[in-house]
């Protein structure tokens, strides 16, 4: 290597890695510094043998891991890595590598070398690479969050979708913790990997005597009507105001069920689209301000009056209520009178004296003595609860997750005699031996466990009969419903036809 002097006081060099199939399997790369060419650093070897030298003490570009054995990390060909030379100024001896940059998570199946300059001084002028989080607050963007390790935790990450992650109190290995991994698109996460997690919590649960407790359920209707009231002149400083008040049939969708329906709905409705055309109107002209209150009034009444009208909204229109609320600190002199007319109608437009719902209002229905009922209505719902306390108490909880689980023993024999055979699969199981041939596949030779509480159900069940039954006559099978508890025959049949799928989980098995 020659030493410039604007690299006299450079210690680590880039590289890019030519091979990484080590014959010897202890990580070593063949790597061309980026400012070399391979014809030429080969061409500087004597009697190079292409065949024969590479892998050798005569290969020219050949680097040793800076990271020790036990732990396995071999870049991939045409990836950036660090090259250090023990002393630079002989650069034929004692070199090494360790893995360089990434530019995103999402590029660990392969990153190629100039695109693992991106946050290096020479990657200024590479575009922007996807992000996992939200630069202004450092959110997560949707679904992301947990894929990658997060910042205070380690992590030993695979090219792909498995990891082991070290949290604080909590271990957790993983294989396919998401669905995809491109630099051109978010992860996915599977909420069907498969996993292992040790957590060690701080904190115990204790529950409490079980309690039966009352709440209000609201109950949603879809909202039938909709009477509109409008002011044309909420400007006027005088007493004499024109306008209009009207009802409508709903198109029924969720935004205008009665508990989606807020005053701010009607700026977000369109005639035929989520309201049809008026069915009636009366139009107001000329009026003092408690006449017109009177007329809007006793038009709600009359609905009310009606059958089959209720749930209905009363509303003030969108034209009314964006120049009534639109009012701010330095308002003019219009927006002030707008202002004060609107919120004089809103206090008084009512269908019960004294009812503190005006202006705008649902009316769900009809109480015992015909009264409206305001707002949405709640049924009780009863429910029986058990209370739950936490104390300080360390607990460690220790969970196997996957679709399937097979727990195996080489030395067990099953029912036939057999034992499941597990030669040449040190490096994995391949799935094919799981579900391959239907006698030999583990599929086949394992045996789903048993849900205990499931299991007791029965066996209790049985006995109930077995201590109550009785017969007819001697010799003659017993009575199908047992005189001293009433447990039948017939229940338990049932019990056992199903208790393959109940008693028994098939997708955690063994041998």
Known sequence: MNIRPDNEHQIIFPGIVFD??????????????????????????????????????????????????????????????????????????????????????????????????????????????????????????????????????????????SDLVLKENEVLLRAGKSNNLSPETLPVPNEYRAFIQLSNFTQDVVLGEEETRITAQETVQVVKKIIIWNIDNLDTVFNNFYGSVSIHNIIPSEEVNTTNFKSETITKLTMGTNYGAELETLTISSQTFDNTVYLINNFIKDIFSREDTIPFVVTP?????????RFSTGGTITEIAETNNYLRFRRKIRIIEGNGSSGFFLV??????????????????????????????????????????????????????????????????????????PKT???????????????????????????????????????PIATKNGQSIAEIGQLLSNARNTILNQNIRIN
């Open 317 to 325: 229109s969108k034209e009314t209520y964006e120049k009534g609320e």
């Open 364 to 437: 769900s229905g009809r109480g015992n003595n015909q009264a409206p009922l305001i707002g949405p209505q709640a049924t009780p719902l009863v429910q029986k609860v058990q209370p739950v306390t936490f104390v300080d108490r360390p607990i460690s909880y220790g969970v196997m997750g996957a679709q399937k689980i097979y727990l195996l023993s080489q030395d067990s024999l099953n029912p036939a005699g057999n034992k499941i055979s597990l030669k040449d699969t040190l490096y994995g199981i391949p799935q094919d031996k799981f579900v391959g041939d």
């Open 441 to 479: 596949s583990i599929e086949s030779q394992t045996y789903g466990t048993v849900r205990g509480e499931e299991l007791i159900k029965l066996l209790d069940k049985i006995y109930a009969f077995l201590e109550g039954h009785v017969h007819p006559f001697h010799g003659m099978r017993p009575v």
């Open 20 to 161: 990484n199939d080590d014959p010897m399997l202890l990580g070593r790369l063949r790597v061309i510094p980026e400012t070399e060419d391979y014809s030429a650093l080969i061409a500087s070897v004597e009697n190079w043998n292409e065949e024969t030298d590479k892998w050798t003490s005569k290969d020219p570009i050949l680097f040793l891991p800076l990271l020790p054995m036990f732990f396995s990390q071999t870049p991939k060909i045409q990836e950036y890595v660090h090259i250090i030379y023990q002393n630079k100024m002989f650069d034929k001896e004692n070199k090494f590598y360790i893995q360089g940059p990434f530019s995103s998570p999402l590029s660990s199946k392969l990153e190629y070398f100039e695109a693992a300059k991106k946050y290096l001084a020479t990657g200024v002028r590479y575009q922007e690479t996807l992000s996992l989080r939200n630069p202004l607050d450092g959110s997560y963007k949707l679904g992301v969050e947990g894929i990658f390790p997060k910042p205070g935790d380690n992590g030993l990450l695979s090219r792909g979708s």
